[in-house]
């Protein structure tokens, strides 16, 4: 079962680096790995709301191979956007040093990935306030910022201001080899 680039949207003029680029890119990349379900995803511009049409897939597979350095996919998993993302040295250095840092709901970076995997963030796209979409490469973290109330995640997607009282959720996904994963 093939995947399909739906549109995609890299920080090309600005580099990996720059904390303002909107670096959304949208493929269609989940592989359905239950029941032999069709292939989708869907794009997504500033915010997005799970719809009706959602097709709530028990599992899925994804190819890393698909986000470059600096860069994040947004997959759909069981109606839920799942933010695939391929973390900088710097993104990830920044989180290392918060990792003792006060916070309402306390995590290390270490806890946030696999192990030997701190490149790849893999999180429910889903604000723990009231359940907006936070958009990457906004806040005072470097992370998300959620449009709806203001809540700010870092670049391990711990929440550091605002209303939200939890991190981004992770989803329970494993390697399935050194570039694929599995959601669900
Ligand atoms: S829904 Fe994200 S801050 Fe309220």
């Not at 549109?7 to 990996?16: F, L, N, Q, R, V």
Request: hydrophobic letters at 40%.
């Amino acid at each position: 079962m093939a995947n399909t680039v739906v549109e995609s949207y890299p920080p090309t003029e600005h580099g990996a680096d720059d904390p303002n680029r909107r670096d959304f890119i949208h493929i269609a990349a989940a592989t359905a790995a239950v029941g032999g379900v069709a292939v989708f995803a869907w794009p997504l511009i500033d915010e997005m709301n799970p719809s009706a049409d959602v097709l709530a897939l028990a599992s899925i597979e994804f190819d890393l191979s698909k986000v470059s350095l600096g860069q994040q996919v947004v997959v759909k998993w069981q109606g839920k956007p799942v933010f695939v993302r391929y973390r900088t040295p710097k993104e990830i250095a920044e989180a290392v040093k918060d990792d003792n840092a006060p916070m309402k709901d306390p995590a290390t970076d270490a806890s946030r990935h696999k192990p030997g995997k701190a490149q790849y963030l893999i999180l429910v796209g889903v604000c723990t306030h009231l359940g907006c979409v936070p958009n990457f490469g906004l806040g005072d973290y470097g992370g998300w910022l959620c449009p709806c109330h203001g809540s700010v995640y870092d670049t391990a997607g711990r929440i550091r201001k605002g209303p939200a009282p939890l991190n981004l959720l992770m989803p329970n996904y494993a390697f399935t080899s050194d570039t694929k994963i599995k959601i669900g």
